[in-house]
């Protein structure tokens, strides 16, 4: 008998190990757990049973987990680890491409995201931040071209319609960015950001109750989103509704301190509601 529960403990044993890198692989590369997720990475790095190749999609993963939570010095730093085990790995170009977006050093996060495509011309994430990197470059009609190419390969990457529909707004194109925004908003509803863009474009294009419909739906999801505020009090000035204008720049500055732009607006607003009553 004792020769048998031996032997279980020596099955159980190994059982219970890999039935512990199993979760640890779920959890490593799901993309909607941060802390769980680098946890899970962290503790499969340790292990020294991973393949070269395994060993750098941890690591890959681990720093998209750190990129979610707005940590882009150690997402750039896990995803060198990355590409120097695996030079081929294109979605850690796009991911240290990402990082290098948000800690504005576009020259590099161009670079990275120009390699990410060469490796894999089907990265879909790259073509859309590849888009987005033009845009900013007043590259108007490379950055439609790249988010087009990103909503051929996957037509509900909400990200790539947000790429295509400012690049359009640039081009002043704003029947394009309105469709794009629809088509944003119909990926997911509840995200304030499509409405407060749409409420631009229906501004820029002169139908103000559009314009007032989409930002005052922006604010009811998101009371915070400065630019719905913004498009709303600029609908108000239009209809020369002052007082309300100037509350809209006022929330803004509540919102956003150092929000120059509400600041001079709202003192604009107040001369021109002075201007109108002293008449």
Known sequence: MKVSLVALALVLVPCVALAESDQDWKLCTADDANDPAIFACTRLLQTNDLRQEDRAVVYYNRGAAHWRKR?????????????????K???????????????????????????AIEIDPD???AHSNRGGLRAL???VAGAIADATRAIEIDPTLYNAYSVRGHAYALDRDYARAIADYTTMI???PKRAFAYSARANAYSQKGDDESAMAD????????PNDVWGYRVRAAVYLHKLDFDRAIADYTKIT????????????????????????SR
Do not use: H, Q
Not at 71 to 87: G, H, L, W
Not at 92 to 113: C, E, F, P, S, V
Not at 254 to 277: M, Q, T
């Open 71 to 87: 940590d882009f010095d150690a997402a750039i730093a896990d995803e060198n680890e990355a590409i120097e085990i695996n030079p």
């Open 89 to 115: 790995l294109a979605d850690a170009y796009m991911r240290r491409g990402a990082a290098y977006i948000d800690k504005g050093d576009n020259d590099r996060a161009l670079a990275d995201t120009d390699k």
């Open 123 to 125: 990265n879909v994430r």
């Open 137 to 139: 470059k007043g590259d």
């Open 186 to 188: 119909e990926i997911d």
């Open 215 to 222: 930002a005052s739906r922006a604010i009811e999801l998101n």
């Open 254 to 277: 509540e919102i956003d301190p150092n929000n120059a732009f509400a600041k001079e607006a709202r003192s604009r607003a107040y001369g021109e509601r002075w201007r109108l009553y």
